[in-house]
Nanobody, 114 residues
Framework: QVQLVESGGGLVQPGGSLRLSCAAA????????MGWYRQPPGKARGLVAT???????DYIESVKGRFTISRDNAKNTVYLQMNSLKSEDTGVYYC????????WGQGTQVTVSS
């Protein structure tokens, strides 16, 4: 089992930026694809971006060109750089092993509002 701790969220104005971090405790992190997910208020959690074990990234259409997912296997950490934030990016952000059955962390709240 891998424990995941997300951080870096906050309140930001539209057009602003945030960088989220997800620290994973466990030795199997480097071999897994990782994903960032978000849960908007009153809606289900959904996938935002993924990164393979060898660093290939993929994004949902609505965040392409604005978000960048990256990973540091030496630090067991995955990041999500979010630029040009919009109100519809508001939600609780989680990371997890993509396709894994790992438990979810507590998430980090991102609120985009003026």
């Amino acid at each position: 089992q891998v424990q995941l701790v997300e951080s870096g969220g906050g309140l930001v104005q539209p057009g602003g930026s945030l960088r989220l971090s997800c620290a994973a405790a466990g030795s199997i992190f480097s071999g897994y694809s990782m994903g960032w997910y978000r849960q908007p208020p009153g809606k289900a959690r959904g996938l935002v971006a993924t990164i393979s074990a060898d660093g290939r990234a993929d994004y949902i259409e609505s965040v392409k060109g604005r978000f960048t997912i990256s990973r540091d296997n030496a630090k067991n950490t995955v990041y999500l750089q979010m630029n040009s934030l919009k109100s519809e990016d508001t939600g609780v952000y989680y990371c997890n092993g993509y396709g894994s059955n790992w438990s979810w962390g507590q998430g980090t709240q991102v609120t985009v509002s003026s």
